[in-house]
């Protein structure tokens, strides 16, 4: 069996319902495809995305207690992780924030120092700052070194219990998430400027500043959810074309 060969594509879905519709397309197939730098290559199937999805949302409602409702604003480089944080999320019924001037609660997941110092200095006693790994791999939030000095607790020595290691805790939560009370999201929209067919959609960004914005977040998520892959190229010595020629998709101009 192929497990490359592209999707059945799916029908529109809600936020909430996101996670598991895109585990149903995609199965054990790839869904998800990272060319990070170094060459590196993550390739995240459905199956697995939904599994990190739950966890996360276990940890939000079991661990944080958050509720439906609430904000979370993820600030976190191109990879898996910030789209599996917004499943999860959107699965325990928060919302994902996407303007840092609204008031109300916000719990902050970034994979920056100084924007988690930047949340540290301004939440509310009931708001998480949840510090995320940059890397893929990683188990531990890290300052980007391998030693003691570079650990969350040696980087935040007088940090309150409202800052927590994404990594350390997600993995030991359930695979399987049931909410205490019925979830309704909101409805993802596809981008605009998507390549036509079924094939993968290929986001070239390699010269891109800054994290991935809530919209591009919610871009990849709807996109996943209509049964097509995404392929994510940072690497800035990646060949873009060839990369779309091997993974049977077409880069996506302007979204």
Same mark, same amino acid.
């Given at each position: 069996?192929?497990?490359?060969?592209?999707?059945?594509?799916?029908?529109?879905?809600?936020?909430?319902?996101?996670?598991?519709?895109?585990?149903?397309?995609?199965?054990?197939?790839?869904?998800?495809?990272?060319?990070?730098?170094?060459?590196?290559?993550?390739?995240?199937?459905?199956?697995?995305?939904?599994?990190?999805?739950?966890?996360?949302?276990?940890?939000?409602?079991?661990?944080?207690?958050?509720?439906?409702?609430?904000?979370?604003?993820?600030?976190?480089?191109?990879?898996?992780?910030?789209?599996?944080?917004?499943?999860?999320?959107?699965?325990?019924?928060?919302?994902?924030?996407?303007?840092?001037?609204?008031?109300?609660?916000?719990?902050?997941?970034?994979?920056?120092?100084?924007?988690?110092?930047?949340?540290?200095?301004?939440?509310?006693?009931?708001?998480?700052?949840?510090?995320?790994?940059?890397?893929?791999?990683?188990?531990?939030?890290?300052?980007?070194?391998?030693?003691?000095?570079?650990?969350? !607790?040696?980087?935040?020595?007088? %940090?309150? #219990?409202?800052?927590?290691?994404? &990594?350390? +805790?997600? $993995? =030991?939560? *359930?695979? /399987?998430?049931?909410?205490?009370?019925?979830?309704?999201?909101?409805?993802?929209?596809?981008?605009?400027?998507?390549?036509?067919?079924?094939?993968?959609?290929?986001?070239?960004?390699?010269? !891109?500043?800054?994290?991935?914005? %809530?919209? #591009?977040?919610?871009?990849?998520? &709807?996109? +996943?959810? $209509? =049964?097509? *892959?995404? /392929?994510?190229?940072?690497?800035?010595?990646?060949?873009?074309?060839?990369?779309?020629?091997?993974?049977?998709?077409?880069?996506?101009?302007?979204?």
């Amino acid at each position: 069996m192929d497990i490359t060969a592209p999707s059945r594509p799916a029908q529109p879905c809600r936020t909430d319902e996101a996670a598991a519709q895109i585990a149903s397309a995609f199965g054990p197939r790839p869904a998800l495809s990272i060319y990070g730098p170094g060459g590196s290559r993550r390739e995240i199937s459905g199956a697995v995305l939904e599994n990190w999805a739950a966890k996360t949302a276990n940890l939000l409602t079991e661990e944080l207690e958050t509720a439906a409702g609430e904000r979370l604003d993820i600030q976190c480089s191109w990879g898996w992780r910030p789209v599996a944080l917004a499943l999860g999320a959107w699965a325990a019924g928060l919302v994902i924030a996407t303007d840092p001037d609204e008031p109300g609660q916000r719990h902050l997941a970034s994979d920056s120092e100084a924007r988690l110092r930047e949340h540290l200095a301004t939440a509310t006693a009931f708001e998480w700052t949840i510090a995320v790994p940059a890397g893929d791999l990683d188990r531990t939030w890290t300052a980007g070194g391998d030693d003691d000095e570079s650990s969350l !607790a040696s980087r935040f020595p007088e %940090s309150p #219990e409202t800052l927590v290691d994404y &990594a350390a +805790l997600v $993995a =030991g939560f *359930g695979d /399987v998430f049931q909410p205490f009370e019925p979830v309704t999201g909101s409805e993802l929209s596809l981008p605009e400027g998507l390549p036509q067919g079924t094939g993968a959609v290929v986001l070239d960004r390699r010269s !891109a500043e800054g994290p991935m914005s %809530s919209e #591009e977040i919610a871009a990849v998520c &709807a996109v +996943l959810s $209509a =049964g097509r *892959g995404v /392929v994510v190229i940072t690497d800035p010595g990646a060949d873009a074309e060839r990369i779309a020629q091997a993974e049977r998709g077409e880069i996506a101009r302007g979204l």
